[in-house]
């Protein structure tokens, strides 16, 4: 029996990577599965945060944004290759995660929500005023995303070549998440959330566990702009913004807390709602804000509740 | 020195705006020890529906004032009532992201209703400039002065004085025991709630003439009034007074002598500095 759940686990996960070519193959499913999987990676990067750690960043878009300034600045200004703008974007993002834990370490609640917020905000002000990152008008002309490994060269200029990058760094984050949960840190950040007395009576030092999960939680978000950076080809302020951010946010408490594919399935359901089914940028705001309403004040458990508990009853 | 003098005018004008802004926030959280980040969005639902009342309709400014506080407290009771739920359990998280997604969906809904064009909000006392010397201000920042003075001197005596207030501090300290003592625990939080609504309102049409109203202003006032209400001191409505006009002194010296771009940021720079040096103002 053991060995049935790794084996299901890879399965599924081939399988998915096909997704693409079983939704018809053609640019419209690649762009979309592709922009589900950035997306995806940046909610996992909250989830750490909101799930584990039971705090709401509203900052998590700088993280993000580092990530794409970074490679947007390293590739198109610098020309460096693709692994080389990775490195970049994971270690500035992660940095900046250390600074940002650093000024929030005392902060709980809505607290620190309104001064991740409000970094956030600082960050679309220099972004805007920063003529080194372009300015206003954005960091355009990113060439397409290429690199090479031990003599082969890869380089992908469009969505369907850039879905196996992505669905790498998916799969990726997935295996981080679920090794965290799973980690000393992981089990240390729930007792910090249930219970900061219990956890500091078990010796375990609350603040230093906020940070670590923060400083975890960025890379994600980092990995996920640089993703955002090659296939968009241009980057402006706006990736600090709050577009990103409500998307990750209801995508995270949409379907289910702490269950490892909860806000994979939640970015995919919205993401598809906007570029399929969209009925302009007025109704998607309505939607995601009356989709956060109805699942914190009526199915605080998130959707899935809905079938487990059926399930449950017969 | 002129310059100087209608710097610190226009810092106090925009102090007391910004005063009035937060003071829904301030009873909010110092009285109730909830939040609203839908805050921002209903200042800007308040602008609009001044505007609108009477660009469209020719209604008077002060009945359109009316009919927006109206909206607003309505708006408050409906958001209250709806999250019912979370704030017996006081599950703050939740509330925050709640209100955020009020938030959200009042501005597509405003945005739906109104474009998404620039408007201005004209009013009798906007169009007056005032000269006193080479000192320049418009009857309309003379009203935002004193009604927010108005205000806050109110709310402070309601509190301290009236049964009203004592019985939403009760309930604030614990909702339980109050109820025990006879009150009704639901029916402060609903009362606070349209307080907050029609505050913030009240405050959006008379603050709003001073510049372009656009929907998508809304999160930018949640954070000004976040400041004021960290900076004076959770629950604290005199402290709260005084940081709304330190504040607007700070921002309008700034944009003026460093940079306008900037304000913002530097004004928040200033609140993490304080909350580094200064964690203990935090506790409530």
Same mark, same amino acid.
């Given at each position: ?10 399965? !599924? ?74 490195? !970049?974007? !994971? ?98 950040? #729930?007792?910090?959330? !249930? ?5 500091? #009576? ?113 | ?46 602008a609009?529906?001044t505007w609108?009342?009477i660009s469209?309709?020719d209604?008077?400014y002060?009945?359109a ?54 408007e201005i909000l004209q009013t009798p006392l906007s169009s007056v ?9 418009t009857?309309q ?67 709003a003439p001073r510049s372009p109203i ?71």
């Amino acid at each position: 029996m053991k060995i049935m759940k790794p084996l299901m686990t890879a399965l !599924l996960a081939i399988a998915l990577f096909f997704a693409p070519q079983l939704m018809g193959g053609s640019n419209v499913s690649y762009s979309l599965l592709v922009i589900i999987g950035i997306f995806a990676i940046l909610a996992y990067s909250l989830d750490l945060v909101v799930s584990d750690l039971g705090e709401v960043s509203l900052g998590h878009t700088v993280f993000f944004g580092t990530g794409a300034y970074t490679t947007a600045v390293a590739s198109s200004q610098f020309g460096l290759g693709a692994l080389e703008t990775l490195m !970049l974007a !994971l270690a500035a993002s992660t940095l900046v995660a250390a600074f940002v834990g650093l000024i929030t370490l005392k902060l709980r609640e809505f607290i620190f929500s309104l001064v991740t917020y409000s970094l956030a905000v600082i960050s679309i002000t220099l972004a805007d005023n920063w003529m080194f990152v372009g300015g206003t008008d954005g960091i355009s002309g990113i060439p397409p995303l290429k690199f090479s490994i031990l003599g082969l060269d890869y380089l992908a200029r469009t969505d369907q070549q850039l879905w196996p990058v992505v669905y790498l760094g998916l799969l990726a984050t997935l295996y981080l998440v679920h090794t965290f949960r799973r980690s000393r840190l992981g089990s240390e950040a #729930m007792t910090v959330q !249930l219970n900061t007395g219990l956890a500091i #009576m078990s010796g375990i030092n609350p603040m230093l566990v906020r940070m670590k999960v923060l400083v975890l939680s960025a890379p994600l978000a980092g990995l996920a702009g640089w993703l955002y950076a090659y296939q968009r080809a241009y980057i402006s302020s706006d990736v600090f913004g709050a577009y990103f951010l409500l998307i990750m946010l209801t995508a995270v408490i949409m379907i289910g807390r702490r269950q490892l594919l909860c806000p994979l399935i939640g970015v995919a359901l919205i993401i598809t709602q906007e570029k399929m089914f969209s009925l302009g940028a007025y109704w998607d705001n309505i939607i995601l804000g009356t989709i956060i309403i109805l699942v914190l004040c009526f199915f605080p458990g998130g959707l899935s509740r809905l079938f487990t508990r059926r399930v449950a009853h017969t | 020195m002129e310059n100087f003098i209608q710097q610190l005018i226009n810092g106090l004008v925009i102090g007391h705006a910004y005063a009035l802004i937060a003071i829904g926030w301030t009873i909010l959280l110092g009285v109730a020890r909830l939040v609203n980040f839908g805050h921002g969005e209903l200042y800007m639902l308040g602008a609009f529906t001044t505007w609108w009342a009477i660009s469209a309709y020719d209604i008077p400014y002060g009945l359109a004032i009316l009919i927006s506080m109206v909206i607003g407290g309505l708006i408050g009771f409906l958001m209250q009532l709806i999250m019912l739920r979370l704030t017996f359990r006081k599950d703050l998280i939740a509330i925050m992201i709640v209100t955020l997604g009020f938030g959200k969906v009042i501005s597509g809904v405003a945005s739906l209703l109104f474009g998404a064009n620039g408007e201005i909000l004209q009013t009798p006392l906007s169009s007056v400039d005032l000269y006193w010397n080479d000192l320049w201000f418009t009857y309309q920042d003379i009203a935002i002065v004193i009604t927010a003075l108005l205000m806050y001197g109110l709310t402070w005596l309601i509190i301290q004085y009236t049964r009203i207030g004592r019985m939403a501090r009760m309930v604030a300290e614990d909702p339980p025991l109050a109820a025990l003592y006879g009150i009704n625990a639901r029916l402060a939080y609903f009362l606070i709630f349209a307080f907050e609504g029609v505050a913030v309102t009240l405050a959006a049409a008379m603050v709003a003439p001073r510049s372009p109203i656009l929907t998508s202003m809304g999160f930018d006032e949640t954070i000004i009034t976040f400041i004021v209400v960290i900076i004076g001191g959770i629950g604290n409505v005199l402290g709260n007074y005084i940081a709304a006009l330190l504040l607007g002194i700070f921002i309008a010296f700034f944009s003026t002598y460093i940079s306008a771009a900037f304000a913002t940021a530097a004004a928040f720079v200033v609140l993490i500095v304080l909350l580094i040096a200064q964690p203990n103002r935090l506790q409530a």
